[in-house]
């Protein structure tokens, strides 16, 4: 019995890494299909949740929750780093580039939630050239009644808004 627990804790650490995907508590359950986010409803928006698909499940439901704005190289380094010194996963983070020269700002977290799938739904999207800002307003939305530990990344690029405040607002799962 002590070898079939140890087994299963071993499979559960192997698992460590985030790809956008629903991760089972139970690795004996089939992972689930998740729904991919819904398209963004502005041309300066993109979806590039997959940047962040080097961030263990343990630091993304720790950092479950919060908005990030990233505005630079350095302060995305300095995330990474965060992440690494949080000693929450067994290896490095896996480090994906991102292209901020052209003035593009990376703005996102991730939503936890129990279900079967997660999804995120973006609501509206509002750019106010007078005070520049950007506020954009998405649902999280679990789906099925699956005892899953959903965790679902939802990073946006921003396009042409440099100097912009941007108020990411993401609704939990109700």
Do not use: K
């Not at 299909?33 to 439901?61: H, K, L, N, Q, Y």
């Amino acid at each position: 019995m002590y070898g079939v627990r140890l087994a299963i804790c071993g499979l559960i650490l192997a698992g460590c890494t985030l790809s956008g995907e629903a991760v089972p508590l139970l690795p004996e359950m089939a992972e689930p299909t998740a729904t991919p986010t819904a398209a963004a409803p502005a041309e300066f928006v993109e979806d590039v949740s997959d940047v962040m698909r080097g961030i263990c499940f343990e630091a993304a439901f720790d950092a479950a929750g919060q908005v990030f704005v990233l505005r630079d190289t350095a302060a995305y380094i300095h995330f990474y780093d965060l992440a690494d010194e949080s000693h929450l996963c067994r290896h490095p983070v896996e480090r994906t580039p991102f292209d901020f020269s052209s003035g593009r700002i990376l703005a996102g977290g991730w939503s936890t939630g129990i279900g079967c799938t997660a999804r995120h739904e973006i609501q509206s999207v509002t750019r106010d050239e007078a005070t520049q800002q950007v506020t954009i307003t998405v649902q999280f939305i679990t789906e099925g009644s699956c005892d899953y530990e959903l965790v679902r990344p939802l990073w946006l690029a921003l396009d042409g808004v440099a100097g912009y405040a941007i108020d990411l607002h993401i609704a939990p799962a109700s």
